[in-house]
Each structure stands twice: as C-alpha cells, then as structure tokens.
C-alpha cells in the first residue's frame, strides 16, 4: 500500500519483513523518530524500521496520511483516530502501540493506549483476563490478599459478568 | 509470543497485553482512573506492581468507596509513596463532588502540593464540583512548583487569604477561572501579579484590583496572525510597573495613573492613542518597543516626571511629553528603517521627533540592514540651523556606502557629542567605517558638498575606549586598538567637539 506521490518529497519506508512503502515526507514526519532522522539527513535513501513488520506499517502509513490531510482541527482528528481504530482487533492494537512507541508518535500512541483501557474500563478483573488471555498464577489465598490491600477498589465491581 | 497455559484460559488464546513494555502499560493505564489501574494488581503476579509506578495520580470521591479519612489516607499514602521511592509524577488529578475536601482537609492539599512540586510535577488539575458547599482553597504553594506547566483548576476555588504575589508560568487557565479567582475576596489583597507564557485566557480585566502594585504579562508573539491575542484592560491607581509584552492593552480615557513609575510596552498591537488622555504624574520610565499601532497615532505623554524614555522601531514615531520640570531626562532611540528608509525626508522626521523630545538627553541608534544602496543625497536644507545636540550616535549598516550617506544625514540635524556604542569584537567593520569617514577630514581628500560643511565645523575627534575597572573613557589611537582586542576593553566611541 504505497501513499500517493505527486507532493514535493516522498521517503521510502522499509518495514524488518522487507516491504517498502513510500510516503510523502510531509505526512511521515507525524514521527519524531522518523522525523529526526529528516533532520540529521539520514533519509536520502531507504529508511529502515526494524521494529515494524509491513502489515503494521501499512496501517500506521494509512494513519499518517489519513490525520495530515485534516487541517488544524482537534475534533475532526478525533473523530478520525476512533474511526480509523474502531475496527482493529487487540492483536493489531498491540502491535500498533509497539509501533507508535517505537516511531514516537505521540497522538497515534495515546490514541490506541486509550482505546486498550477503554476495553478494561469498568470491567471485573475475571472479564479482563478471559478478554485478554492472561493467565491467574495467583493462588486463591495470595489474590485474596492483594485484594485486601486495595479494599476500597474492590468493593461493589466483582460481578463476573460479560458485558 | 508466547503461548498462554492454565486452566483459566482457552488454548488459542495468547496473552500479549502482559507482554508490552512497563512503560506501554503505564501509558494505557493513564486513561483508567485510580481505582481501575489498582485492580490491575489482581490479574496476575507480573501485574501486581505495575500500576505503582504509573506517572499519572488520578483520584475521585465520586467512585471512592470509603469514607472521607480513608480517602485522604488513600492520596497520602500513595503520594508518600511516589515520594519515598523517588518516583516521578507527571500528572496528578483531583476531583472532588461528594466534598470529601473540606476545610479539616485543606492541610493535606497544601502537603500534597509541596509533595508534588518536589517530585516535579508537571500538570496539575483540581476540579471541585460540589454544589453548594464549601470553598475550598487553592494554597498559593501551587504557584511555587516551578516544573507546572498545566494548572487547571474547575470549580469554587478560593485563594489563600494572605496572597500578595502571584505568579503563574505556562499555566493553563481560562477566562472564567481567572476571573472567578481575582474576584474573590482575598485576591482584593494582591499586590504583585505575572502572567507569564499562560494559555487559555484571551481577556484579563485587573480593574477591580485595588492593591495591585506591579502588574506584567507574557506572552510569544503570535505565530499567525488572525491567532487571538489576549485583551488587558488595566486601570488601579495602585499601579506601580507594569510590563506588557504581546498583547493588546486597553487604558480608559483620562485614567491617572497616580502612582506609576514604569511601563514596558513591547510588541503591543492595539492602538495606544489613549495614552495621550492619561495622565503620569509619577512616571520615570517608559518604554515601547515594536509598537506597530504608533505609527498612525500622535502621541502625547503627560509625564513631568519622567527620567527615561526608550523607543525601538522601525519608523519615527510622534510622540511627545508633556514635561514641566527643567530636569535632564533621557530617551534612547534605536530605529530599525525596514527599507533602509533613509532619506532627507526620513531625517527630516527624526528632527521633528527630536525637537518634540526638547529638552532630552539623546543617545540615538540607526541600523539599516538593507543590502541595496540607493545612495541618498543629503541637503542642509537651512531649516536646519539650529541643529540638536545628541549625545551619542550610533550607525551601523552592512553597505559602507550606505553607512556614509547614513552619518551625513544624521550630521545635517543633529551635533553629536560622541559617535559609539560599538563593540571591539563585533563592529569592527562599522569603526572602520566611521575611521574613514572622520580621517578624510584630515587627509583633505575629495569630498562631497555636504560633508565639507559639518567637516568646518568639527573641530576634533578623538577615538576613546571604555575602561570598566575605572567607569570612565580613555583615549587611544587605531594602533594601539589590536592591543585591546583580547581584553575585557570592549566599548569604543569616537568623542566629537564641534566649533
């Protein structure tokens, strides 16, 4: 999925499976990471991302475009960042929060990290780990004395429901 | 990736949110209030202490499910906590709409907020939603945390009774905040203010404050420019400076400012015509600087007391004062001409701005930046006999041709007493310039009409560099320059006696 040319500069992006992609400078520099690397002019070529494999990439260059071409309007961003994360599954979150944090881009990152907490928010902590698979290696006595410590957050929300 | 096993999870399932970096997490935690990232201890053993360290303190009475002594042991001991083990709090929220704060409690906020500002915190929101209860008070500790960028404050705040300095730097804080804060009782005390880079506010009214002694607002200039600025309307007669950068200021017509002594204008953009109806019967320093409005105004200053005016600008103002006193003053004039704007026109106008100064000591600064030399003819135009005594003149200009016609225009207005003000190190090129000019007097080489009359009046010139350890001015010679030129003797003037 390479972005449309025609703007003045295009890098080339290169994701650690080997995809290249390019994409208009403009856009990609929403990277501190990336930008930085403009700056100290290491960009003349390729650009290698090895943290990033070329199924992530793709979405966090369709994002790139997508949010630069909103001009300065904070609500029109938003509304584009839910819409552009409404239909991703956890597993492609998870790699995307990897990328975000690895690419420094700070709204792409608070974005899909307030989209994970969203899934957790007001949810018991059994819905959470059947949500996201994780393994209870408490033993029924020691998750009973975490829980004790931290009374008053317990309190009223144990209902294992699915909701 | 790794598989996850148990008895608590279906096989095809992977576990892949413990396996993000702490740092990830915190992050996602940052969205879940303080209770929800607190439950997350109980998911599993490598969960248990990663919300402990979460950059962000996030606390509610509202979903709080004790009692008001347990909530605040709640925020204390955690805050202790992040204290104890040096850990680092970037954000700390506070909301209160049961009023689990009260005034028995306001001890612990002003404590937190010591806490806070150690830790370095960075944002700092306080939001007191209770209907009708109490008001609560913001300890003016809060304005000491010098690392708070964002304080937003929402609700019935009050102020600390004893206020008399506030000061708030990159502070985030609306209109209504502001003003609902100054218009509280205890602000009726304050007596020095600064706003300093804040956002969120775009009208500040300080009218009311009746014991507001030094008032000063900052801001950057404006990016772009249909960007809002802020609005200050200001007005005690308590007043003593006030300092204004960026903004637009209103003064009410034929205010007296009674007791003000200094006003810094720089950057102000609204018209400033008002000026000439107030009066500034204390006033000793004024200063305005890139003040664009002035350049369609008259201006008058009603200031009899006035020691020291400074203007810099990219055109000739019209100001005048109106001063009674036989006193010396001075004003300090650095014009910038855009398009090298000198003509005899042009130095024409800076003779009427020097005669409506009168009785001032001058010390005047031209730079022209401009790289094409027009070549400006320069005429005594005989209305100019009486020529103002200046005290010191400063050219500087990138075009020693530019840099001649600059000084000429300059010599047929004004005598000055001395032509300096340059640095040994950095003006090097415009002492040259000057030496070359003055020397042709000597040298009896050809020169044009006009130079060979200031030249019969000139009677010598001698090149003195300032000696800092004696406070005074020593004469040198060009040879003897070089020696200077590692030494902390850096300021030279060329001292001028005319006939």
């Known amino acids: 999925m390479a972005a449309e040319t025609g703007t003045p500069t295009t890098l080339t992006l290169k994701s650690n499976d080997d995809e290249l992609f390019s994409v208009a400078e403009s856009a990609a520099i929403l990277s501190v990471t990336i930008r930085n690397m403009v700056e100290d002019g290491c960009a003349g070529g390729v650009i290698p991302l090895d943290n990033v494999d070329g199924k992530t990439l793709a979405s966090v260059i369709t994002y790139m475009n997508g949010i630069s071409a909103i001009p300065a309007d904070e609500e029109k961003k938003k509304s584009y960042r839910d819409k552009f994360l409404s239909d991703k ?71 294992d429901d699915d909701n | 990736m790794k598989k996850a096993k148990g008895e608590y999870t279906s096989s095809d399932s992977v576990d ?153 730097e990159k502070v985030y804080i609306r209109d209504e905040d502001f003003h609902k804060a100054i218009s509280s009782s205890p602000f009726a005390a304050i007596e020095t203010m600064s706003l300093d880079s804040c956002k969120g506010l775009r009208n500040v009214d300080i009218t009311n404050l009746r014991n507001l002694k030094n008032f000063s607002f900052r801001t950057k200039p404006l990016a772009y420019d249909h960007d809002e600025r802020c609005s200050i309307e200001i007005h005690p007669p308590s007043l003593e400076t006030v300092k204004i950068t960026h903004c637009d200021l209103w003064f009410r017509r034929g205010a007296d400012f009674c007791s003000l002594d200094e006003l810094y204008l720089f950057g102000v953009k609204s018209k400033l015509d008002q000026l000439s109806s107030c009066k500034f019967s204390s006033l000793k320093v004024l200063t305005m600087h890139y003040c664009y409005e002035l350049k369609e105004t008259k201006l008058f200053i009603d200031a009899p007391n006035i020691v020291k005016f400074r203007y810099i600008g990219e055109f000739i103002p019209s100001i005048s004062f109106g001063t009674t006193s036989s006193r010396h003053w001075s004003s300090r004039i650095h014009l910038l001409p855009k398009n090298g704007a000198s003509s005899s026109l042009w130095f ?31 005429q005594d135009g005989g209305c100019e006999k009486k020529h103002v005594v200046v005290e010191n003149l400063g050219i500087q ?103």
């Open chain 1, 89 to 159: 599954d956890f597993e492609t979150l998870a790699d995307m929060v990897l990328a975000a944090n690895y690419l420094n881009m700070s709204c792409l990152m608070d974005a899909v990290s307030a989209k994970i907490a969203q899934v957790m928010e007001k949810k018991s902590v059994g819905w959470v780990r059947r949500k996201f698979g994780i393994e209870n290696d408490y033993t029924p006595e020691e998750e009973a004395a975490v829980k004790e410590e931290h009374k008053w957050t317990f309190e009223g929300v144990e209902t």
């Open chain 2, 16 to 168: 892949t949110i413990s396996e993000l970096p702490k740092d990830i997490l915190h992050r996602i935690m940052y969205f879940l209030t303080q209770e929800e990232a607190v439950r997350t201890s109980v998911l599993s053993k490598p969960w248990r202490y990663i919300w402990c360290t979460r950059p962000v303190l996030n606390f509610s009475d509202a979903a709080f499910k004790g009692n008001n002594q347990e909530f605040i042991d709640v925020i204390d001991t955690n805050l202790q906590r992040y204290y104890d083990q040096r850990l680092c709090v970037d954000e700390f929220h506070l909301r209160i709409s049961k009023g689990y704060l009260n005034h028995e409690s306001y001890r612990f906020l002003e404590k937190w907020i010591r806490t806070l500002a150690v830790i370095g915190i960075k944002k700092f929101r306080l939001s007191n939603r209770t209907e009708n209860g109490f008001v609560h008070c913001l300890p003016p500790v809060v304005f000491e945390a010098r690392s708070l960028e964002d304080l937003h404050v929402y609700g019935r705040i009050v102020f600390s009774k004893h206020l008399k300095k506030l000061h708030l």
């Open chain 2, 348 to 378: 024409r106008k800076l003779k009427e701005l020097l005669d409506s100064l009168g009785q001032s000591i001058f010390f005047l600064f031209i730079i022209d930046n401009s790289e094409n030399d027009e070549g400006i003819i320069i």
């Open chain 2, 397 to 499: 200009s990138r075009l020693s041709s530019t840099f001649s016609s600059l000084l000429n225009g300059a010599f047929s207005i004004c005598r000055p007493r001395n032509i300096g003000g340059y640095d040994l190190r950095k003006d090097i090129d415009d002492i040259e310039c000057v030496q070359k000019i003055l020397m042709q007097r000597e040298s009896g080489n050809q020169f044009d009409q006009f130079s060979q009359m200031w030249f019969r009046d000139l009677e010598d010139v001698r090149l003195q560099i300032y000696d800092k350890n004696r406070n005074e001015w020593i004469t040198t010679s060009v040879s003897e320059l070089t020696n200077f030129k590692e030494t902390e003797y850096n300021y030279i003037r060329f001292a001028l006696k005319w006939r």
